[in-house]
Nanobody, 115 residues
Framework: QVQLVESGGGLVQAGGSLRLSCAAS????????MGWYRQAPGKQRELVAT???????NYADSVKGRFTISRDNAKTTEYLQMNSLKPEDTAVYYC?????????WGRGTQVTVSS
């Protein structure tokens, strides 16, 4: 059974930091492109960052220089280190795993940044 479980969300003041984790099971983790997406109230889900199986990373312009995506294949876990958080980063953050045409999602974790 494929499962992605996010953790690490919470309430933080603007300028603060959080680290999200996504623990994966039921997939050959090292072969998947992993990603983080977010959805704010009333808005569409948007890409935050991805990390390919080989380690190449891609970031949304809005988070470049503030967020860092990483993965630990031995622990089948991906991470999102979020620094210099802004109120506009407030959203539900979703973990995503894709291999060719197959993608699966976690249930999300809430991140709230207060001003």
């Amino acid at each position: 059974q494929v499962q992605l479980v996010e953790s690490g969300g919470g309430l933080v003041q603007a300028g603060g930091s959080l680290r999200l984790s996504c623990a994966a099971s039921g997939i050959r983790f090292s072969t998947y492109t992993m990603g983080w997406y977010r959805q704010a109230p009333g808005k569409q889900r948007e890409l935050v960052a991805t990390i390919a199986s080989g380690g190449n990373t891609n970031y949304a312009d809005s988070v470049k220089g503030r967020f860092t995506i990483s993965r630990d294949n031995a622990k089948t876990t991906e991470y999102l280190q979020m620094n210099s958080l802004k109120p506009e980063d407030t959203a539900v953050y979703y973990c995503n795993a894709c291999l060719r045409s197959y993608c699966t999602w976690g249930r999300g974790t809430q991140v709230t940044v207060s001003s």
